[in-house]
Every structure is written in structure tokens, then in C-alpha cells.
């Protein structure tokens, strides 16, 4: 290696002694010079005036070709022919005292060298010159290269990864950096050493100290090397991050440090990721933390790694309280235990897993969480813990359970409606269906849940056509009957909040609204119907009327005749006299069918012999079967001591004799007969006859009121259709039953049935039933002198009375008020019977009776009553009349009644 400071100082020597020349020293002198291992020159003028040997050796040249030959600069390479040229202008012009520098010259050959040159001003031959010496360095330089080389391999690395490297020879704090150094920054690239302390001051002023501590520490030998971050200056006025690594590489015998190498690494995007990442993070937190549910997270050990605010609240601790923790530290083993088994249950399931808590808080409040536990997984696949979130949901399980409240009141409240409430969805599915009206259907409340409307309904097509429609968006109502019961139902199309779509339905049940309807209808049409009946009746009874009206006006007016004989007379009477009784015949049906109609019907029971009645209704209407020439006959199963049963011995006549009169009054030719039959608890009563029958169709209606069947000869037959119609309403109020057998031309049987016995507590009082008396108790007793009392209004009937009376009595006091009886009677205490009519001007007969008996309790009373209504008896009886006799008045009766008073 060529020593410059030996070369510097030889070169000193040199120029000294040409300072001094002499002839003899000169020549030893050059002697010397010429055989330097250095090359030595002169220049003058910008030409060679000397060279050696080693000179011309380096350039390849001989003296001659150099010495006055050439310029020093056309010896330099290139651009360094002008280092040449300046340098050598320096030195001439006095700018520089010597001059020292390196420049590729060039050889004679072209092949380069590198030269290092010496040189200072000097007087040759009485002019300014330059004296130096040349260094061939090129070996050196060549290792210098090679060693340059892989420097630039690292520097290009360096400049590549964008390091900048610097090189700091501390001892005499030369600073060195590679331009990337520079560039990186947005500075000019120096190739010399730079002030380090420029580069310092470019530190942020927030960074500067910290940076400055740092040197100040390696320089106190406290590190071998140092790493720090700060922000430096860019030259756009930005400030970047770097990273700045220092190493302590040389050191000197005492242990000082001489040099240190370092490298400077833009680490912007790396802070700036790291800002965001701070950023985030604690944006992340931030959120957490305000978060209203409670978040954790745990280790696989169940140690607490993080919380957040909400939590803290739990255990009443701060986090870093609580990190580092287990459960178990807080809250009782039981709990923990609880959460523990939780946690692993979301590990178990390697997926989030929900449950329900109930937690107290620190501070004693309690709350329903719905808490969310997520295990945790690194990238690898390990399982690194348990992240837990846990919401409070107290309120909404408030809200769920109130709902659930509501929905039981409401299931509760349609539970007890006789409706039907439905829910169908979108498919066509009962998703519900409650309410007391499922009981009709004969279905329990959600049984038909999970079924199709359409698989259910599908034999009712005005239900599926309903359904249909609500299904397309319509509301639609349709009726539908099962097990005799009506429902009317209404479906709506409905749409839920959880967009769900189906159908909503409400089922009534109309069952009793039907049968209104249907009672209603039927009332009108019976409206309807008995409407036409009543014209029919209206013109039969017209007919019915006006027929034996017609008998008596006529005949009594055929009476005043003068010449009319005796027989003549009788036939007359005789026929007024059947006209009056087929009249009163007709008023009675009439009386009794709207007395049956208005309920004012009473039962009146007593021991009743059947035989007696069978034999009664046979005498009374023989001889008009004898008339039309019929057989009549009756048959008695029983004794007639048997023959006892508990009834209304009334009725039982009205319907017994109802029914042979009809015989007989539909029968043209043959026999009727009838009679009975003991049928275990009943007996069973039969009219047969051989008469014209009743079509098939008419059996049932003829019982109605105001119904006959077709017959043929209408007018020939009499009658108004009520006798059978009171004949059922009778045997029905006994506890029997009424029908006919019959056959068209052939005959008719009529059957009834009576209970043996009937519970007579059942039934109404029984009352001594008033019978018209048998023939043969009509026996006129002797004149019984009576002083009779008549209180009747109506001339005719009055005049009756008193011819009736005339044969019992010695005196006929007659009144046509009541007021005129009490006064008569009050007047005459000795009469012996007062015959009341009720209906009479004034007071009434039931009051004049009841002011009689306030003074004569003695005095015989009789009322008479005009249509023999059950209640005018009972009144009668209760106003204090002995008894009653209805009008018009029958003879026998009459005489009968007088015989039980008054027969001695
Ligand atoms: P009527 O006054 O018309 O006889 P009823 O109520 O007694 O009224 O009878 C109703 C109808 O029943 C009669 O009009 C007649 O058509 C029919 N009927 C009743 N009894 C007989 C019978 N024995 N034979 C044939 N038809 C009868």
C-alpha cells in the first residue's frame, strides 16, 4: 500500500532543495529524482519541461515524446482533463498554496491509470512553474473497485429496500451517507461528508430530545448500539417516520469509540398503519365500550382477557381488576359453575351458542341476559378462547311475558265466545283455531293445527270458494252446517309483521239463529196458511152458521102460522130445535179451540169410569146412527168396577164422542164401533168405521185445526175442522196420544191412548165434574114452593128461565141489574134461590154475589154463565155462588142442580 504522507514528504525534500540550486547537487539530484520510484515533473506554460523516468514509465511515453511535447491535461481521461486544468489553474493563479489530487490519465497505449498528483508552484529558469510528483494507485484503485463493487451490491440492496446507511468516524466526526440517505428524504445526494447536526436539527422538535438522549447514551458507552423512531423533515415540509439503527463498529485501545455505521429506514407506512391500527383499535374499544351489552373475553381456562365498561358494572370492578380473574372470584361456585359449563358448551359446539342468564349486578339489580358466546380460533386452527356478549333483554322478557299474558287473556276471553277463531297460513294450514264455538264443530280447541283448510273442507265448496277468495286478497263470509250446527264465518287476508301472509277467520255460531229464522219462516208460512184458513173458516163457518139460523128463523116464522096442526108444529119445533143444538155445537168447538189456543185450558181429574163414559157416549148418539142406519156398538175389556182410571172425565167424553160423531157423520152405510184395550201403563181407545177413509196424505193434518180432508161432498157433512183438532189438544193434555189408520172408501180407525192413572199432583184440582145426569134422575119433583130470585138482563133468556122455574116455584121476583138483586135480596130474605147472571149491566154478578153474601149466607146461588168458561166457574164458585149452569140453559141440568138443593 503506497504511503501518501511518505510520498508528501519526499516531495518536500524535493522542492527544498531546488530552492538552493547548484550545479553538482543538481546532478545528484536528478540523479536521484531519476530513479524515484515515483514519477516526478515540471510543468511551465502548460507543457512537460521535465519528467523522469517513473513519469514517462507511467504514462508509457519516452522523454522526448513528453518533454515540450504535450500538456498535462492531454494526459487525463475525459472529463478528468479539466480537474487537471483547474487544479493546475489554481496553483498558477495562487488560488491554492499546493494541490493534491487524483485524475485518470491516460496511457500511450489508451490504457487508463489512476494518478495521484502532487504538486506546488515553483520559480524554473526565472519563470513560475509547477513541481510535483505522480503516484500510480491504479492497483489500489482496482481493490478499491472491487471492494466498491460489493459495497454498490449493498448499496443497491440498500437503495432497492429503501435504506439509506450512513457511516460515522466518531473520532473525528466525519459523517458520511449514501445518497439514498438523501433521496429518501427529497434532498440533493452529497457525495462528501455531511454536518450530522444538520440532519439532527431536521428531527421533530418532539422527537429531537429523545433522539438526542439516545446518541448521547451510546456516546456515554452506555449501548453498543441504538434503535430509534422518529419523524424527520421531508423537503416538501412534511415530516416522515423513521427508523434509525446505529452500531457501535470500532472502537479504539482504550475502548472509545472511533466509528459507528447505521442505516435509516422510511418506516411511514409502517407508523401510519400503526396509527390506524392504534386508531381502530381504540375506536374499537371506544365502541365497545359504549356498547349497552356487556362483552368479554376469556382464555381456554376461563381467565378473563378483556372487558368492556358494561361488564366492569357486573362485578363492580375495574377491568384490570378483572383481567387476569376467573368467575370464581366474583361470584359464587354454583354460578360459576354455571358459566363455566356454558363456555365449554360454545366450545363443545365450535359455534356461537345463545342461553338465558339471570345475573345480579355489583350493585344489586338483576337482569335477564341473552348472552352470546363465540369460541375463539387463531389462524392455525388453536383454540385461543371464549368471546362473550350478553344483552340485557329484562324488558323484553317483560314484553314477551306480557304478551304471552295478553295472548292467554285473549285465548281466555275467545275460549269463552261461541266463536271459532282461526288462523290459516299461506299453504292452506290451521296455524290456530280457539273459542268456545269449537265445542259445536265437536273439535277441542287447535286440533285441527298443522291440517289443510282444503283437505278438511274439501266436501264443503262454499267454504273452499271463501277461502279462495281470501287467499286472493278479499274478505269473503260463508255459512257452514255440521252436526246441525250453523256457523257463519268470515275470512279476511292477512298479513303479518314478520311478513308472514295467511289467513284470519272468525266462525259465529248461528245456530239459534237459524232455527229463529227457520221458526220465523214457518210462522209465516203457518201466518200464511192459517190465513187461508181462516177464509176457509170464515165460509164455512158461514155456511154453518147461517144453515141452522136459517132452520130456526124460518121454522119459528113457519110457527105463527094459524092453521098449522099439532104434528105440524112438533116437526117444526123439533127441527129449531136441531138447528139450536148444531149451532151450539159449533159455538162450543169455536169456544173451546180458542180457549185450547189462549192455554186457558185447565185439567180437572177425578176417578172416571170408563165403562160409564163408553156406555154414556153410546146412548147419546145412537139414535143418530140409527138415523143413518148404521150399526153402532161399543165393547168393554174390563169389569166396570175395574174400569176406574184417574182422568178428566169431560174431556174424555168430548173426545170419545167427538170421534163416534165423526164416525158416524163420515160413514154412509156399514158399522161403527168402538171401544178399548188395556195396554200395560195405557189404555187404548179405538173408534172403527166403515166410511169413506181419509187419503193417505191428509192423516196427519186432519188433527190441525181447520183441516179437512178432501172430502167429496163437503156441504153434505157439516162441521167447522175443529173436533179433531180439540180432540188431540185434549188427549195430549191427559198424557196420551191421537192417530188414524185409514184407508180411502174403506174405513178409518181412530186411536188414543190415556194414561191407567195420571199423578194427580200433577195436575189442577179436581173438582166435582157437573154431569148432564142421566134420564132417569129426570124426574120432575113435586111443586117445591121456592121463592126464586132471576137477575138476567136479557129478555129472552129471562123468559126462559122463568117458564123453567115457574113449575118449583110460588113466587119469580125478576131483576136486570145486579145492583136491583143485592137490593131485592136484601129486601126479601126469605128467597130460597137466586138464579145470577154474570154478564149482567152494572155490577156484575160475581160482585152482586159476593154483597148478597155479606148479609145471607143461607140463600141458594146459581150463576149463570154465557159461554161456561173453566174460569167464570171458579170465579163464580169463589165469589160465593153454590154452583153454575152455563147457557143455554139445558132443562135437565137445570133440574138436576134444583133436586141437589132443594129435593126433600
Ligand atoms: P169436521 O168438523 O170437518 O168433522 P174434524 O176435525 O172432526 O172436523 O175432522 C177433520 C176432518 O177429518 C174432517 O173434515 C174429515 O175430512 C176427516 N175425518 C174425521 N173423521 C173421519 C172419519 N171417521 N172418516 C173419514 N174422515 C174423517
Known amino acids: 500500500m503506497i504511503n501518501f504522507n511518505s510520498l508528501r514528504n519526499l516531495h518536500f525534500l524535493f522542492k527544498k532543495k531546488r530552492d538552493k540550486p547548484c550545479l553538482d547537487s543538481e546532478v545528484k539530484y536528478r540523479e536521484i529524482v531519476e530513479h524515484l520510484l515515483v514519477g516526478v515533473y515540471i510543468i511551465q506554460n502548460d507543457s512537460f519541461r521535465y519528467g523522469n523516468k517513473k513519469f514517462c514509465e507511467i504514462f508509457g511515453y519516452s522523454y522526448e515524446d513528453i518533454v515540450e511535447k504535450i500538456s498535462p491535461a492531454s494526459l487525463a481521461f475525459g472529463s478528468d482533463k479539466n480537474i487537471v486544468k483547474e487544479n493546475i489553474r489554481k496553483l498558477i493563479s495562487k488560488e491554492s498554496k499546493s494541490m493534491e489530487y487524483e485524475f485518470r490519465g491516460v496511457k500511450k497505449d489508451g490504457s487508463i491509470v489512476w494518478i495521484k498528483a502532487l504538486g506546488n508552484l515553483i520559480s524554473y529558469k526565472g519563470k513560475p512553474a509547477i513541481s510535483g510528483t505522480l503516484i500510480d494507485f491504479t492497483d489500489r484503485k482496482l481493490v478499491e473497485e472491487a471492494l466498491y463493487i460489493g459495497e454498490e451490491r449493498f448499496r443497491v440492496t440498500l437503495e432497492a429496500t429503501e435504506i439509506g446507511n450512513w457511516d460515522w468516524d466518531v473520532k473525528n466526526d466525519i459523517w458520511y451517507a449514501s445518497p439514498i440517505y438523501y433521496t429518501m428524504l427529497g434532498y440533493e445526494p452529497v457525495a462528501e461528508p455531511s454536518d450530522r447536526r444538520v440532519w439532527l436539527a431536521r428531527i421533530h422538535p418532539e422527537d429531537r430530545e429523545y433522539v438526542r438522549a439516545k446518541i448521547k447514551d451510546i456516546l456515554a458507552y452506555k449501548e453498543d448500539r441504538y434503535i430509534y423512531e422518529a419523524r424527520i423533515l421531508h423537503a416538501d415540509g412534511s415530516y416522515r417516520w423513521y427508523q434509525v439503527i446505529g452500531h457501535i463498529i470500532e472502537k479504539d485501545n482504550q475502548g472509545r469509540i472511533k466509528r459507528m455505521v447505521g442505516i435509516r429506514k422510511d418506516i411511514t407506512d409502517f407508523k401510519q398503519a400503526e396509527e390506524e391500527l392504534k386508531i381502530s383499535k381504540s375506536r374499537l374499544r371506544a365502541l365497545i365500550d359504549t356498547l349497552p351489552d356487556l362483552v368479554w373475553v376469556k382464555d381456554p381456562h376461563g381467565v378473563y382477557l378483556q372487558c368492556n365498561h358494561r361488564f366492569e358494572q357486573l362485578y363492580g370492578a375495574a377491568e384490570k381488576e378483572i383481567v387476569g380473574k376467573t368467575d370464581y372470584d366474583f361470584v359464587g361456585k354454583e354460578l360459576a359453575d354455571f358459566f363455566r359449563q356454558k363456555d365449554s358448551e360454545a366450545v363443545v359446539a365450535g359455534k356461537p351458542s345463545i342461553n338465558e342468564e339471570e345475573v345480579t349486578f355489583s350493585d344489586g339489580h338483576k337482569e335477564i341476559l341473552e348472552t352470546i358466546k363465540t369460541p375463539i380460533y387463531e389462524s392455525d386452527g388453536r383454540f385461543v378462547g371464549v368471546l362473550g356478549i350478553g344483552r340485557d333483554i329484562t324488558q323484553r322478557k317483560k314484553a314477551q311475558q306480557e304478551l304471552i299474558r295478553n295472548e292467554a287473556l285473549i285465548s281466555a276471553a275467545v275460549d269463552n265466545l261461541p266463536i271459532v277463531f282461526y288462523l290459516i297460513d299461506k299453504d292452506g294450514i290451521f296455524n290456530l283455531s280457539i273459542g268456545a264455538g269449537l265445542k259445536g264443530l265437536g273439535l277441542l280447541p287447535n286440533q285441527v293445527v298443522g291440517q289443510s283448510v282444503f283437505d278438511l273442507y274439501k266436501d264443503f265448496p262454499k267454504t273452499i270458494e271463501a277461502i279462495n277468495k281470501a287467499f286472493s286478497g278479499e274478505s269473503a263470509i260463508f255459512e257452514l252446517e255440521v252436526n246441525e250446527v250453523h256457523y257463519l264465518s268470515i275470512v279476511n287476508p292477512m298479513s303479518m309483521s314478520d311478513n308472514r301472509a295467511g289467513i284470519v277467520g272468525v266462525g259465529l255460531d248461528i245456530t239459534d239463529r237459524k232455527k229463529a229464522e227457520f221458526e220465523l219462516l214457518k210462522a209465516k208460512e203457518k201466518?200464511?196458511?192459517?190465513?187461508?184458513?181462516?177464509?176457509?173458516?170464515?165460509?164455512?163457518?158461514?155456511?154453518?152458521?147461517?144453515?141452522?139460523?136459517?132452520?130456526?128463523?124460518?121454522?119459528?116464522?113457519?110457527?105463527?102460522?094459524?092453521?098449522?096442526?099439532?104434528?105440524?108444529?112438533?116437526?117444526?119445533?123439533?127441527?129449531?130445535?136441531?138447528?139450536?143444538?148444531?149451532?151450539?155445537?159449533?159455538?162450543?168447538?169455536?169456544?173451546?179451540?180458542?180457549?185450547?189456543?189462549?192455554?186457558?185450558?185447565?185439567?180437572?181429574?177425578?176417578?172416571?169410569?170408563?165403562?160409564?163414559?163408553?156406555?154414556?157416549?153410546?146412548?147419546?148418539?145412537?139414535?143418530?146412527?140409527?138415523?143413518?142406519?148404521?150399526?153402532?156398538?161399543?165393547?168393554?175389556?174390563?169389569?166396570?168396577?175395574?174400569?176406574?182410571?184417574?182422568?178428566?172425565?169431560?174431556?174424555?167424553?168430548?173426545?170419545?164422542?167427538?170421534?163416534?160423531?165423526?164416525?158416524?157423520?163420515?160413514?154412509?152405510?156399514?158399522?161403527?164401533?168402538?171401544?178399548?184395550?188395556?195396554?200395560?201403563?195405557?189404555?187404548?181407545?179405538?173408534?172403527?168405521?166403515?166410511?169413506?177413509?181419509?187419503?193417505?196424505?191428509?192423516?196427519?193434518?186432519?188433527?190441525?185445526?181447520?183441516?179437512?180432508?178432501?172430502?167429496?161432498?163437503?156441504?153434505?157433512?157439516?162441521?167447522?175442522?175443529?173436533?179433531?183438532?180439540?180432540?188431540?189438544?185434549?188427549?195430549?193434555?191427559?198424557?196420551?196420544?191421537?192417530?188414524?189408520?185409514?184407508?180411502?172408501?174403506?174405513?178409518?180407525?181412530?186411536?188414543?191412548?190415556?194414561?191407567?192413572?195420571?199423578?194427580?199432583?200433577?195436575?189442577?184440582?179436581?173438582?166435582?165434574?157437573?154431569?148432564?145426569?142421566?134420564?132417569e134422575k129426570n124426574v120432575i119433583p113435586e111443586n117445591l114452593g121456592l121463592k126464586v130470585l132471576i137477575a138476567e138482563d136479557d129478555k129472552a133468556s129471562e123468559m126462559l128461565i122463568s117458564i123453567e122455574m115457574e113449575k118449583f116455584s110460588r113466587e119469580i121476583l125478576k131483576v136486570n141489574t145486579g145492583k136491583h138483586a143485592v137490593e131485592t135480596c136484601l129486601n126479601n130474605p126469605d128467597i130460597d134461590l137466586v138464579l145470577m147472571d154474570i154478564q149482567i149491566p152494572g155490577m156484575n154478578g160475581y160482585d152482586a154475589t159476593r154483597e148478597i153474601r155479606e148479609f145471607n149466607k143461607e140463600v141458594i146461588i146459581i150463576a149463570q154463565t154465557a159461554f161456561a168458561l173453566e174460569g167464570d166457574k171458579e170465579k163464580a164458585i169463589d165469589a160465593g155462588c153454590n154452583n153454575y149452569i152455563s147457557k143455554p140453559i139445558n132443562p135437565n141440568i137445570l133440574l138436576s142442580l134444583i133436586q141437589s138443593y132443594f129435593a126433600k
Open 527 to 775: 201466518a200464511e196458511e192459517s190465513d187461508q184458513l181462516k177464509s176457509a173458516f170464515l165460509a164455512n163457518m158461514s155456511h154453518e152458521i147461517r144453515t141452522p139460523m136459517n132452520g130456526i128463523l124460518g121454522f119459528a116464522g113457519l110457527l105463527k102460522e094459524p092453521e098449522l096442526s099439532g104434528e105440524q108444529q112438533k116437526k117444526y119445533i123439533r127441527i129449531i130445535e136441531e138447528s139450536g143444538e148444531r149451532m151450539l155445537n159449533i159455538i162450543n168447538d169455536i169456544i173451546n179451540i180458542s180457549k185450547i189456543e189462549s192455554g186457558i185450558i185447565d185439567i180437572h181429574l177425578s176417578e172416571t169410569n170408563i165403562n160409564n163414559q163408553l156406555q154414556f157416549v153410546y146412548d147419546s148418539l145412537k139414535l143418530d146412527a140409527y138415523h143413518k142406519k148404521l150399526k153402532l156398538s161399543f165393547k168393554c175389556e174390563l169389569d166396570e168396577y175395574e174400569s176406574i182410571i184417574i182422568t178428566d172425565g169431560e174431556k174424555f167424553y168430548g173426545i170419545l164422542s167427538n170421534l163416534v160423531k165423526n164416525a158416524i157423520k163420515y160413514t154412509d152405510m156399514g158399522t161403527i164401533e168402538f171401544g178399548y184395550a188395556v195396554k200395560g201403563e195405557k189404555m187404548e181407545f179405538y173408534v172403527k168405521d166403515t166410511g169413506i177413509g181419509i187419503p193417505k196424505e191428509k192423516v196427519e193434518v186432519i188433527f190441525e185445526r181447520f183441516i179437512q180432508a178432501d172430502i167429496a161432498d163437503k156441504m153434505a157433512r157439516q162441521g167447522a175442522g175443529l173436533g179433531l183438532a180439540i180432540s188431540k189438544a185434549y188427549v195430549e193434555m191427559l198424557g196420551g196420544k191421537i192417530w188414524v189408520d185409514s184407508e180411502e172408501s174403506k174405513g178409518s180407525t181412530f186411536f188414543f191412548t190415556l194414561p191407567c192413572n195420571i199423578d194427580i199432583d200433577k195436575k189442577v184440582k179436581i173438582t166435582a165434574a157437573v154431569h148432564p145426569d142421566t134420564e
